[in-house]
């Protein structure tokens, strides 16, 4: 019952490379979301997805994409790493019941250093 | 737009005293959910109670309750019997409903128990 998981936890990299943040859930949910949360802040919302082939944007999605082939995975690439993207970055996920809590479940966060 | 606001950057309680932390929200739709997650200094993101808008009465979690106020606009979390294991950020965030359970975030709480 591993629910959702992050990888890498850290990671440096220098202005201008690329990567991908790989996340992945065993709980069938099909709502998932990508989180940064800078130092001393809130989160905020990159991009979403609501199934499977399916995503849009959040708050901040400048400087990222992000794919859902398949129900467990939805990874966040991100391209030509800025400074300002160094944050801590958390994957989540929740299964939609309608009216109710619908319990986000996080991964345990990436942190991510651009220098 | 929704907002969340957490107006107290940190706050300091003794051990097995009660206290409370703010939040007030801003939204226009009817229908919406709120939220207080615990984020100890491990980082993980922790769900500890939740309040639907037509909820007729306070949720209440163990020692965790959230004082509605909807009239007001404000959805406090009242720690009751303060452990250490309580020192950590707090953060309140709200999901409007139909919005595929996005939730936004306030900048969080400090909260550090004393002996």
């Known amino acids: 019952n591993a629910g959702v998981t992050q990888t890498p936890k850290f990671r440096i990299l220098k202005i201008g490379q690329s990567m991908t943040l790989q996340c992945t859930q065993d709980m069938n949910h099909n709502y998932m979301y990508w989180y940064r949360q800078d130092p001393g802040m809130g989160l905020k919302l990159i991009y979403y997805?609501?199934?499977?082939?399916?995503?849009d944007k959040g708050e901040v999605p400048n400087g990222y994409n992000v794919s859902r082939s398949t129900t467990e995975d939805f990874p966040l690439r991100l391209e030509l790493a800025a400074p300002s993207q160094t944050s801590v970055y958390f994957c989540?996920?929740?299964?939609?019941?309608?009216?109710?809590?619908?319990?986000?479940?996080f991964g345990a966060g990436s942190r991510l250093t651009v220098l | 737009a929704q907002k969340i606001t957490q107006t107290q950057p940190g706050m300091f309680v003794q051990e097995k005293e009660a206290v409370t932390l703010d939040c007030t929200y801003d939204?226009?739709?009817?229908?919406?959910?709120l939220f207080w997650y615990k984020q100890p200094s491990s980082g993980e993101m922790i769900f500890l109670i939740y309040?639907?808008?037509?909820?007729?009465q306070n949720a209440t979690e163990g020692r965790y309750s959230l004082n509605f106020q909807k009239a007001r606009k404000s959805a406090n979390l009242v720690i009751s019997a303060s452990q250490l294991g309580d020192s950590a950020m707090y953060f309140c965030?709200?999901?409007?409903?139909?919005?595929?359970?996005?939730?936004?975030f306030g900048t969080g709480t400090r909260l550090q128990v004393t002996l």
């Open positions: 965030a709200m999901r409007v409903t139909g919005t595929a359970s996005k939730l936004t």
């Open positions: 939204t226009s739709d009817p229908s919406y959910g």
């Open positions: 309040q639907g808008s037509y909820d007729q």
């Open positions: 997805s609501v199934g499977a082939g399916i995503t």
């Open positions: 989540a996920s929740s299964y939609k019941t309608g009216v109710g809590a619908n319990v986000l479940t």
